[in-house]
């Protein structure tokens, strides 16, 4: 079965400080990767995929995410957090063998400070 | 384009009732997904249709859950005799093909009291 972990349940960081948000995944095919942001009472929004090819993926908003096949992770990234970053992210996985389904992390909830 | 389009936004619902929420997915994508967000909680999987097809059902409780997307209209999802344990947001995403990143609608919060 596939599976999504978040370990952290939350990440704080200083505006302009580097901020990663952390993602590993289950092992069984080849997966297809997502990471999605969620702002309060609103639905998520994507931000990034990895499908195949380069193991470092660029994304909305300045955000990577870089693929990590030994260490089956898939860490999002930014160089320069905003405190406009501050939401709910989540990591989703979907296999190629599999018609579409993504399963979703538990989320991870970035605070930037000013 | 208008985007994934829920409604409602907020169901209220008396204990017994039946809620009725509706999904209508971008233009142009024909794979439609729901999922559910308890309180502090992630997104769970419900059901991913396509249309006139249910493709995969293994994430909606077997009984008083229902989904259907037919060829003309919005997808339903159908909960009858809801109970308290049923108050949570509902969220349905689109794509237009199984590779693809979803679009997600805004989501329908139900509040059973």
Redesign the interface.
């Known amino acids: 079965a596939q599976s999504v972990a978040q370990p952290e349940d939350q990440v704080n960081v200083a505006e302009g400080n580097p901020l990663t948000v952390k993602c590993t995944y289950s092992v069984s095919g080849n997966p297809y990767l997502f990471w999605y942001v969620q702002y309060p009472n609103r639905g998520l929004q994507f931000l990034l995929k990895y499908i195949t090819g380069d193991n470092l993926v660029k994304g909305s908003y300045g955000f990577e995410a870089e693929f990590n096949k030994s260490q089956t992770s898939f860490h999002l990234k930014k160089p320069s957090a905003l405190v406009s970053d501050s939401a709910l992210y989540f990591c989703a996985v979907r296999y190629n063998t599999n018609a579409g389904k993504s399963t979703f992390g538990d989320g991870t909830t970035l605070t930037v400070k000013p | 384009n208008a985007g ?1 389009m ?1 409604n409602p936004r907020h169901l209220v619902r008396r204990r017994g009732q039946e809620a009725r929420l509706r999904c209508s997915p971008m233009k142009g994508h024909s ?1 439609v ?1 729901w ?1 559910r967000q308890l309180p502090e ?5 419900m059901v ?1 249709l396509q249309k006139e097809n249910i ?2 059902e ?1 994430g909606m409780p077997k009984e008083r859950f229902s989904a259907e997307f037919p060829k003309e209209g919005p997808s339903i999802l159908r909960i009858q005799q809801v109970v308290r344990g049923d108050s949570a947001a509902y ?1 349905c ?1 689109s ?1 237009p093909g ?10 329908t919060r139900l509040t059973v009291v």
């Open positions: 994934v829920q794979h997904y999922y909680e992630g997104l769970k999987f991913y493709i995969d293994s969220f995403a794509s199984q590779g693809d990143g979803y679009t997600f609608g805004s989501g």
